[in-house]
């Protein structure tokens, strides 16, 4: 199974990118990569989402790497009140045309906006 | 609006007392999941559905029991509650496209004394 490594915790001063990795070099060719953020003990929130080349949303940008093996979200001007736990996640992808449920969690990476 | 509802928020109860948290998704998705989220563990697949009748187990399944007879809930049963499973509680739903997001309940926080 693939399996995701993030540092467990991050700063960031307010105003400044915040860039979050992700190593998941297990990755197989059609599993995509996802991005969420959980806020004290609420829901995971959806970021966003890719599969090779990078993307971008109104919240953030996703770059990964071109051998798929990692990846770095973005928060381009980070606020206090993106201040949470960020996970990455790869759902996992069986051999030939079936699908699975099955969701590989990173231990998530706590990021600190500091003013 | 899109939503995965989960009940109760919190429930407390005594070991041994079969309890049910529910899950529902107006999204037609075929995929359901639940997960725990332990301190220093983060968030670890419990059981998960590829679609109604169809379930398999994820990383934790030990003391936990699940049924997908419609399509839109997906129950988490535990028949024997131990205080090892007191923890906080997420339903997820996803269609079968990779290329879309997943959605996530509010979460149940459970205690078992």
């Known amino acids: 199974d693939a399996k995701t490594t993030q540092p467990p915790s991050m700063d960031c001063a307010e105003g400044r990118a915040a860039n979050l990795p992700c190593n998941h070099s297990t990755i197989s060719g059609n599993e995509y990569v996802y991005w969420y953020r959980q806020i004290h003990s609420q829901g995971p929130q959806y970021i966003i989402h890719g599969l090779k080349n990078n993307e971008t949303n109104e919240m953030a940008s996703l770059i990964i790497t071109e051998d798929r093996k990692s990846s770095t979200l973005i928060l381009p001007h980070a606020t206090l009140r993106d201040t949470a736990v960020y996970y990455c996640?790869?759902?996992?992808?069986?051999?030939?045309?079936?699908?699975?449920?099955?969701?590989?969690f990173g231990q998530g990476t706590t990021l600190q906006v500091k003013p | 609006e899109a939503q995965v509802t989960q009940n109760p928020r919190y429930l407390i109860t005594v070991t041994g007392k079969k309890l049910t948290v529910t899950c529902s998704q107006n999204?037609?998705?075929?995929?359901m999941s639940w997960y725990r989220q332990d301190p220093g563990l983060g968030l670890r697949q419990i059981y998960y559905?590829?679609?109604?009748?169809?379930?398999d187990k994820g990383d934790v399944p030990e003391g936990y029991k699940v049924s997908r007879k419609e399509k839109r809930n997906f129950p988490l049963i535990l028949e024997s509650p131990s205080p090892n499973q007191t923890s906080l509680y997420f339903c997820?739903?996803?269609?079968?496209?990779?290329?879309?997001?997943?959605?996530f309940g509010n979460g149940t926080r459970l205690t078992v004394t």
């Open positions: 999204m037609n998705h075929e995929y």
């Open positions: 559905s590829m679609n109604v009748e169809v379930t």
């Open positions: 996640i790869v759902r996992v992808a069986s051999l030939g045309s079936s699908n699975t449920g099955k969701l590989i």
């Open positions: 997820a739903s996803y269609s079968r496209s990779y290329n879309s997001p997943l959605h």
